[in-house]
């Protein structure tokens, strides 16, 4: 089982990405599914999360710019930012907090990061 996330890229200031975070393997379900970002010199922390329900919190500064959505078909989830800044500049992780599968059940997963570069 693993997380695979892309659609990172560099950015102008005021522009979109729209990154994607697929889960593979054996996978039966998953529970909430999130967001992070740790920028250089700083530590990682929460962006956005979407529960299996559909429910969804984010942190005050994407409030209004980010979605985060998923596609349980899909096992991926997505996370639309839309009006960059360059203090959103970071490497971005996706994050499943429970998900059970042939393995067992699996607690904090995490992606392997996608770099986003919003330039001024």
């Known amino acids: 089982v693993q997380l695979q996330a892309s659609g990172g890229g560099l950015v102008q200031a005021g522009g979109s990405l729209r990154l994607s975070c697929a889960a593979s393997?054996?996978?039966?379900?998953?529970?909430?599914m999130g967001w992070y970002r740790q920028a250089p010199g700083k530590q990682r922390e929460w962006v956005a999360k979407?529960?299996?329900?559909?429910?969804?919190n984010y942190i005050s500064s994407a409030k209004g710019r980010f979605t985060i959505s998923r596609d349980n078909a899909k096992k991926t989830v997505y996370l639309q930012m839309n009006s960059l800044k360059p203090e959103d500049t970071a490497v971005y992780y996706c994050?499943?907090?429970?998900?059970?599968?042939?393995?067992?059940?699996?607690?904090?997963?995490w992606g392997q990061g996608t770099l986003v570069t919003v330039s001024s």
């Open positions: 994050n499943v907090d429970r998900m059970i599968s042939a393995s067992g059940v699996l607690y904090n997963t």
């Open positions: 393997g054996s996978i039966f379900s998953i529970d909430t």
């Open positions: 979407i529960t299996a329900g559909g429910s969804t």
